[in-house]
């Protein structure tokens, strides 16, 4: 699943790319945030939570989130994060996924045109 995630989060990872910016941490965990969250919120059938963490996570790729670099220790966060997730109930996924939807709400990575 880390694959898929990573896939998705950061098409561009090469760390050879001297143009892309480095993804900060807690940037990275909220989009991955966002992406698992974006299919527990369907799976549990939590249509208006689904939408929201969404549209940021549309957000998020339309800035240009997947053209960052994921360092080592963001790349281990990652993997914590996800061993979490999987390891927790229900009732624990979704306390872990109102995180998500605080990153959509509160997150500076998406511009907003004044």
Known sequence: MKKLLIAGLLSCAVAGQASAENLDQETA???????????FY??????IEGVIVGQSMMSHKNAGIED?????????AL??????FQAANKEQQI???DGAIKFARESTFVKVPE
């Open 79 to 84: 993997d914590q994060y996800m061993k979490n």
């Open 29 to 39: 965990l909220g989009m991955a945030s966002l992406m698992i969250c974006t299919t």
């Open 68 to 76: 960052m670099i994921m360092s080592k220790e963001t790349s281990q």
């Open 42 to 47: 369907a799976e549990h059938d939590m249509q």
């Open 95 to 97: 306390k872990i996924c």
